[in-house]
């Protein structure tokens, strides 16, 4: 049922957007009560933030092995794969897809245990010529990656696929250059 649950939020937010994101409107998808995401989640916002949290550690599944290994390219190009196969997590994540949701001081915690992972890769694969500050060359490359898929995944891109795939290897490669990792 707690999946049910979940995964009927995720289709509300994906058909019918977050306004529509009700407790009525995801128990009637789920197939069940509205003390169903009571009983499992405390309430709506705990539904919001399970999806929240979910989304982090399926995203870090993805991308681990690649900061594991030091490919930090091979790291850009799961961020984006991963970003395109679960857009809602995506944006609940990291675009405020639910207005009204503030992740919880854990969930926040979670997430920053997240970005310190790519900092770490950052800071492993850094050499003499590389940026002396891990932090914010792992910022930067963050903050590339992530505006390149939000702009994808809203729509803001060229409609041509080919095109964005080259624009995100391109933008890819200037920023990894940019903090001497490529």
């Avoid at 920053?112 to 010529?129: C, N």
């Amino acid at each position: 049922m707690r999946q049910r649950l979940l995964d009927a939020a995720l289709g509300v937010l994906q058909h019918e957007g977050a306004a529509a994101l009700t407790v009525r409107n995801i128990t009637e998808r789920a197939g069940c009560s509205t003390t169903g995401i009571y009983t499992y989640f405390g309430g709506k916002h705990g539904l919001v933030e399970a999806i929240f949290l979910n989304g982090f550690e399926s995203f870090d599944d993805a991308l681990t092995p690649h900061y594991r290994s030091g490919d930090l390219a091979s790291a850009g190009r799961a961020y984006r794969r991963w970003a395109r196969a679960n857009p809602i997590h995506y944006l609940v994540m990291f675009g405020r897809a639910v207005p009204d949701f503030e992740p919880s001081e854990r969930a926040a915690e979670r997430a920053a245990q997240s970005f310190q992972s790519l900092v770490d890769a950052v800071a492993a694969r850094s050499t003499a010529d590389g940026d002396s500050d891990p932090l914010a060359a792992a910022y930067h490359l963050y903050a590339t990656v992530h505006g390149y898929v939000m702009l994808e995944l809203v729509g803001m891109g060229p409609a041509e696929a080919r095109r964005l795939d080259e624009l995100y290897e391109d933008g890819l490669g200037r920023a990894l250059r940019g903090i001497g990792l490529r």
